[in-house]
């Protein structure tokens, strides 16, 4: 605890120890060294004070503080749960249901060994153009 710093405004508890993970736009998060090795600080405070995280799961910053371990803002979440809650492109394709010519998503295909949502009236035109 003596690494954390709580911030009145927000109700955050900010992690002023090292930091890594993440990215340049959303910011990366705590991290310190636990009994296993380097950890992030909000899965300690997670098992720490709401019990452990089930086997699969993320921990998800309600507050979408990455820095923040106040465990009144964490929740343990699926992996498609915490990207549907994310700030990302991701997030934001996920909450689509038609393609950029407003199209249904029909069908779902492989493209670059990966599951890809996809219409049946825009692959034909594709199918149609490349013939």
């Not at 921990?59 to 990207?83: G, I």
């Not at 249901?97 to 594709?126: E, L, M, Y």
């Amino acid at each position: 605890m003596d690494k954390v710093s709580p911030e009145p405004m927000s109700g955050c508890w900010l992690w002023s120890g090292a930091a890594g993970g993440g990215d340049k736009k959303l910011g990366k998060y705590g991290r310190m060294l636990g009994t296993n090795g380097p950890t992030f600080a909000h899965r300690v405070s997670h098992e720490l004070f709401i019990g452990p995280i089930p086997s699969g799961f993320d921990v998800d910053h309600k507050c979408r503080n990455r820095m923040c371990v106040n465990p009144t803002h964490l929740e343990a979440v699926s992996r498609l749960e915490n990207l549907k809650r994310g700030q990302t492109l991701v997030a934001a394709n996920l909450g689509r249901s038609t393609c950029v010519h407003g199209h249904a998503f029909d069908r779902v295909r492989i493209s670059r060994g990966r599951p890809c949502r996809d219409c049946s009236t825009c692959n034909k035109r594709r199918r149609k153009a490349n013939a």
